[in-house]
């Protein structure tokens, strides 16, 4: 371990990495870079001071080049642990997965499959017809297509329906998505033209009437689902729009956005609209999210008329969209879950849903007694957890957090994003909470590591 009097040659450094039997059989190419990254630093931290080159040895150099190499070859997107409290959560991939859905989806990933074969005729077959029974049934609409997700849906929709056309939308349903996606804006990038009608806070029934002309192609329905208007305010209920409609041989396309297949009342949430009822009120398209409150892959799903949906599947745009083989699998196998009436019980989105407080506080208490056993000292406090994923805005469930109290809950929090597992919590009157409804059940034990790696 001798002191580095000058720094080696990145071709020295190569050899003795080299030499290493973590780094059998990996390209030269590879090691040469990280060999020179290395340096580079080294000769930057050399001119900022040269005393900081002292304790420099060869061995450290390697060790350095390793541990950058083993950064380099690691995916930038891994698994977190959702310690946050937000059940569907976009930043963080939305609804993770049941273990039917992650199986089926390994299944059809690692091989080939009768994607779009029909086996019972030995001839080429289409990949919508995998999902579109299902959906029938789960929905009570005629046909259904599943697309890359909802943003594509919508899009797909106004250009197969409304190019050149008129789509009538009321004021207070020209909103903003997430992530800019803003329905004006759609609209426009779709060839449409936006109508708005009534006022920001009350649209009437009449007031799509008398907006409609030739030209109209479809009556919008946006579910205003990231905030709510309260107070001196009416909305166009779907059945209100779909007699319009009739009345004037105009379709409506409702987009539901999360779009649910169970009511969430029953969890002592705000009702949201279900698929079912929005095709039930008379709505022609209804387009919904495969990864928010339905607990799937990311998928857009359009249900509704069948010659509608026939004028969607043909339109050229269909083939931009088309969704994999594994997302496919992944959502059959969730659909199917709804379809045995086992939802809640394998859906983690449903199960994190209603899970009970008791339930939860039980699982911190348990953990609290790990960690204390370790040193460290966590409460068990009460907090609130989010649906999130642009549903049920307000709405909250009554949940419990590992609390623990530093001196720096940020540096903490930071420490254990960066840690491995990452770890995301969130911060509240100067504590790191770490929210135990979002935490998947077979997490504990990594969490409490994480923890206890972090402190
Ligand atoms: C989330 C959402 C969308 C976009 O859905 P993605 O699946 O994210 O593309 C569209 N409309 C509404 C109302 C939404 O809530």
């Not at 059809?108 to 009768?114: A, D, P, Q, R």
């Not at 046909?143 to 197969?160: E, F, G, K, R, S």
């Not at 398209?285 to 495969?290: A, C, E, H, N, Y």
Request: glycine share 8%; net charge neutral; charged share 20%.
């Amino acid at each position: 371990m001798t002191v580095l009097r000058s720094i080696p040659s990145v071709d020295r450094l190569v050899a003795t990495v080299e030499a290493r039997a973590s780094t059998s059989g990996l390209p030269r190419a590879l090691l040469v870079d990280a060999a020179r990254a290395e340096l580079d630093g080294l000769r930057k931290t050399l001119r900022a001071n040269e005393a900081d080159a002292r304790g420099v040895t060869l061995d450290a150099l390697v060790a350095a080049v390793e541990a950058r190499l083993i950064d380099t070859l690691a995916p930038s997107l891994r698994p977190v642990i959702n310690a946050s409290g937000v059940i569907i959560q976009t930043n963080l991939g939305r609804a993770p997965l049941s273990v039917d859905a992650r199986a089926a989806m390994a299944a059809v990933g690692g091989g080939y499959s009768n994607l779009e074969y029909d086996l019972e005729r030995g001839e080429r077959g289409s990949r919508n017809s995998h999902l579109s029974q299902l959906l029938r049934d789960l929905t009570g609409a005629e046909d259904a297509l599943v697309v890359n997700n909802n943003a594509a849906a919508l899009y797909l929709a106004l250009i197969a329906l409304a190019v050149g056309r008129e789509v009538i939308v009321s004021r207070g349903q020209a909103v903003e998505i997430g992530g800019g996606f803003r329905i004006p804006d759609v609209l426009r990038q779709s060839g449409a033209t936006l109508v708005e009608v009534g006022t920001t806070n009350r649209t009437y029934a009449s007031d799509y009437a008398a907006a409609i002309n030739e030209r109209t192609a479809l009556l919008l329905r946006v579910h205003t689902s990231n905030f709510r208007l309260t107070g001196f305010v009416h909305e166009t209920s779907l059945a209100e729009m779909a007699d319009v409609g009739r009345a004037h041989n105009v379709a409506v396309l409702d987009d539901l956005g999360s779009g649910t297949l169970l009511p969430t009342a029953p969890y002592g949430l705000t009702p949201e609209p279900t698929v079912q009822e929005s095709v039930a009120a008379g709505a022609d398209l209804v387009t919904f999210s495969g990864d928010k409150l339905l607990g799937g892959p990311q998928a857009g799903l359009i249900v509704g008329r069948a010659a509608l949906i026939a004028q969607l599947k043909r339109h050229p745009l269909m083939r931009a969209l088309r969704v994999d083989k594994t997302t496919i699998a992944g959502l059959t196998a969730t659909l199917q879950s709804y379809r045995r009436g086992m939802a809640l019980a394998e859906i983690p989105v449903w199960q994190m849903i209603t899970a009970p407080a008791d339930a939860v506080r039980a699982r911190c208490e348990r953990l609290a007694v790990r960690l204390m056993s370790a040193g460290i000292v966590a409460e068990v406090s009460v907090c609130e957890s989010a649906v999130g994923g642009g549903s049920l805005p307000g709405d909250t469930l009554a949940s419990y957090a590992l609390a623990l109290a530093v001196d720096s809950p940020d540096a903490l929090a930071r420490r254990l994003r960066l840690g491995q597992p990452p770890v995301v919590a969130r911060i509240s009157e100067q504590r790191l909470l770490c929210d135990l409804r979002t935490v998947l059940q077979d997490q504990d034990d990594t969490l409490v590591e994480a923890i206890c790696r972090a402190q």
